[in-house]
């Protein structure tokens, strides 16, 4: 493990110091609502407290949605603000410092990845290629170095997902409770997006403890653990339902019905016009006709859709991270054949063994994953068309692991297969090398072709990247 955790944190040093250089020659405004954002992290730097409505109103900035950020779970905006104060960033330009704590959420979300992928294959290769194409990932890259309050619920899904891997791997223990219901707080308080992958992480909690032991939840082992996991919780992030609970009592403990009456006020916008339904457009139309090419426009914004959804990358980043997808659905076709096989057999009495739980937890992970997907096209179709990649950006742990898992079968298979054909090590050694160089090449070439002729046309690229 310590091994883990020492190359995790390279990873960690690593990326923060490239998206600490990356965030300081973005443009300023080089993406989606950078006003709103600014306004409500200076309301945390310059007051140090939270909002209270309508008390603050006045300081408020509505967007045309009659919304506010500060009407959002804080922690994107309220930690930015308080870290802006530190002596190391209180002298930077305000609007850096803020872009500074972002790439260490990012940085962080790498580190999380990391360890999640080493603990669950317990394979290095497999965790570095999976940890670098997310960390190059050209919408990745750019929300690390962009202000907004979207990396913090990647960070809170990513500690989740690396908690869920623990329990399943490692079996359930105190500190890996503490380590859930603490990963679960910071959920609460980091962005709605989060929340829909919180839902999925509690149904597999209460799961696996179920199978850890029938008579667990009746047990001193359930209940001891129980009152640290909800301290835990609320220093997490449940301290803000808590907050909300105070002032606006416990039937708005999200702020949902204050939300309601700003926009209510303050919209100019008719938001019943919003989304897809008033095209005639329902969640079938979108899923299975692909009609307005829905699917599509959603896997290009979740690879690379930069700036104010303007700036597309090309072919050779769209292609490479095909393999995720591709890697999910030929996962599913296998597992839906080996589910079939065990139910099979299990009529025809030939076996009677329990259904692996490796395939538990990977239907578990499908779930999380269709029921991101499911909501997002709901929110497109009811609320508002919102074609954007990081609604899904939550998810990245369980599809890297579902992707992965369909490379680890194919390769034992092949193994097994092929066992009387010995590969050189050299060979080997060169295919890792060249299979690491791959995220890092991707990522090169949508800067050199790409972001930077776009926001900086007259810029001399050097002539080996160039090359590229």
Known sequence: ??????????????????????????????????KFSRVAADFYHDENRMAIFPDDEDKMVFSSYGNSRLLRPPMGFYLPGLMAKLPILKDLKRAYSYRVTVAMLAALTIFFIFIALKTYFNSIRYAIFGTLSIALMPQFSFYASYFSDDMISFLAAAMLGYAMVEIYKNGVSFWRQILFAFAAGVCVVSKQTAWIFLGSAIIFYFMYMLDYSKDYFTSKQFYLPLIFMALAFVVGGGWWLLFNMYHYGIGDVILSNVSQKMSEKHAVLDLTSLGFQARGLGIQHLIFLNSLNFLGATYIAFVGNLDWLRLHVGSLQYGFYMWILVGIVL????????????????????????????????????FAIILQFFLYTWHNVMMDVQVQGKYLMTIFIPMLILALSFVRKACLYLSQRFEYIEIPMGIKASALVVLFALPIIVHLDALVDYVIPFYWPNLEIPVLLSWL
Do not use: K
Request: charged share 10%; net charge neutral.
């Open 1 to 34: 493990m310590s091994r883990t955790l020492t190359v995790g944190f390279g990873f960690f040093l690593v990326f923060f110091a490239y998206f600490c250089f990356t965030s300081y020659h973005l443009p300023n405004a080089a993406g989606p609502d950078y």
């Open 331 to 366: 996962n599913a076709m296998v597992l839906a054949y080996q589910t079939i096989a065990y139910f099979w057999e299990r009529i025809r009495g030939i076996s009677f063994e329990s259904y692996p739980r490796a395939n538990m937890f990977e239907i578990l992970l499908y």
